[in-house]
């Protein structure tokens, strides 16, 4: 983080020493100050400041201060006028926090009028998830899984589950694909948990499950009703009528929630708005990372046909057993990030890496060759030497061909 952030000061402000920068940190606004102690402790360690005691140059504020501060940047935007209230939901992974506020004159904010919060961030759908696995295969086994294979379940969440089906779920039926896990791909090392009468019917199923919109229904439902239900006590107990709503947090990215928010308050709220942020927005994974804009081939440079453009790859978790690849294009030269404007994508490519001997250290390689017509992606696995291949269509968005193992 230290190095990022300096890596930013000389880009943008040549000349600023790290030193000289004052950090804001922000905190649950529930911390005691023993817990931020803590932080500053860990702080100081990871080379923010250089004594332990708070100093110039380190401030903690609470997450919906900040959040508060936020929106009021965007108040003007929308002509909200002194004396009305505003809330603020920060739908986080782990909790939903509500804040109501009023402006004051000179573009002033009252103290919280409300505050409340409860568990029902984004994770506890992940939760859900592997509720709707525990019907499936019992709950020893998934609880097994979960305790000793932490790293593959993380994988099963994080590759599989968000990617796939949390992030883009939408409440409508006719645009749902069932999607398929694929246990035997996916989460091998949960196979030996269940018990046998369960396993020969899933084996007979090729080690498949089959996922219906009915079932991500019953994932999102119950979390999102109690962040309903979050919001409709705090307009309820707050005297003032709120004029306008903010969805933040990384959890107001879903779709479905704030459709359902938008839905159920349309008629009490005038203005729901989801503010974006230009830094985090979209580009922040489900566990904190970033997805990063790898370049295989530069604009401009000639290939032939049978010339491939490659690079190699690594797992991020040690048991992970399957790498999906993303594959854009921009016609800007030095792209960094793939929700940059220009961004299309054409295609992916996901592949088997069962073999989890070597933790991070499995390389694959990932080539793409440049046709007529068809771009072919190519990735081997470069411990068995497996290789897979798709091909991409230039011209039809999205379109691909189907990924076949060699
Ligand atoms: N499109 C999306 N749909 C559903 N959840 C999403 C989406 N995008 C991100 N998330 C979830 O948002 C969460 C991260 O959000 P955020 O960074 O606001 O959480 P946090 O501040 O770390 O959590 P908390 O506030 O509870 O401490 C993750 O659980 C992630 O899966
Ligand atoms: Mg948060």
């Not at 470069?382 to 039809?396: P, Q, R, T």
């Amino acid at each position: 983080m230290k190095s990022l952030i300096e890596e930013v000061l000389n880009k943008r402000w040549p000349g600023i020493k790290f030193t000289q920068v004052r950090f804001v940190f922000t905190v649950p606004a529930e911390w005691r100050p023993h817990t931020i102690g803590i932080l500053q402790d860990c702080i100081h360690k990871a080379g923010f400041t250089e004594t332990k005691h708070l100093n110039n140059n380190l401030e903690f504020t609470t997450e919906p201060e900040a959040a508060a501060i936020y929106a009021m940047g965007k108040l003007g935007e929308h002509r909200i006028q002194e004396g009305s209230s505003f809330m603020v939901v920060d739908c986080g992974g782990g909790t939903v926090d509500l804040t109501t506020r009023t402006l004051l004159p000179n573009n002033k904010l009252s103290e919280i009028t409300e505050r409340t919060g409860g568990l029902c961030g984004s994770t506890y759908i992940d939760r859900e998830f592997a509720r709707f696995l525990e019907k499936k295969l019992g709950f020893a086994a998934v609880d097994k899984f979960r305790r000793e294979n932490y790293g593959q379940y993380q994988s099963l969440i994080h590759h599989f589950f968000c990617p796939r089906i949390k992030f883009e779920f939408i409440d409508e039926k006719d645009v749902f694909r069932n999607i398929d896990l694929d246990i035997e791909r996916t989460c091998p090392a949960l196979i030996e948990y269940i018990n046998k009468e369960i396993r020969d019917a899933i084996e007979d199923d090729d080690w498949l499950i089959e996922i219906k919109y009915e079932d991500v229904l019953t994932m999102f439902e119950p979390v999102v009703e109690k962040i309903l239900n979050l919001i409709r006590d705090q307009l309820a107990s707050s005297k003032q009528r709120c004029s306008t709503m903010f969805l933040v947090g990384g959890f107001a990215e879903s779709p479905y929630l704030v459709k359902k928010i938008r839905d159920t308050f349309v008629s009490v709220v005038p203005i729901i708005t989801v503010p974006q942020n230009p830094i985090t927005a979209k580009r922040k994974t489900s566990d904190g990372r970033i997805y990063k804009f790898s370049c295989i081939a530069t604009r401009g440079r000639e290939v032939t046909p049978d010339e491939p453009c490659s690079g190699t790859y690594y797992p991020i978790y040690p048991d992970q057993t399957s790498i999906l690849f993303d594959v854009y294009v921009t016609s800007r030269k030095n792209a960094r990030f793939c929700d940059e404007e220009g961004m299309r994508k054409i295609g992916d490519l996901e592949i088997d890496i069962p073999d989890i001997e070597g933790g991070t250290d499995r390389p694959v390689e990932f080539s793409l060759m440049f046709g007529e017509l068809l771009i072919t992606a190519t990735a081997r696995n470069m411990k068995n030497h497996k290789i897979y291949s798709a091909k991409f269509d230039y011209v039809k968005n999205s379109s691909y061909f189907e990924a076949t193992e060699i």
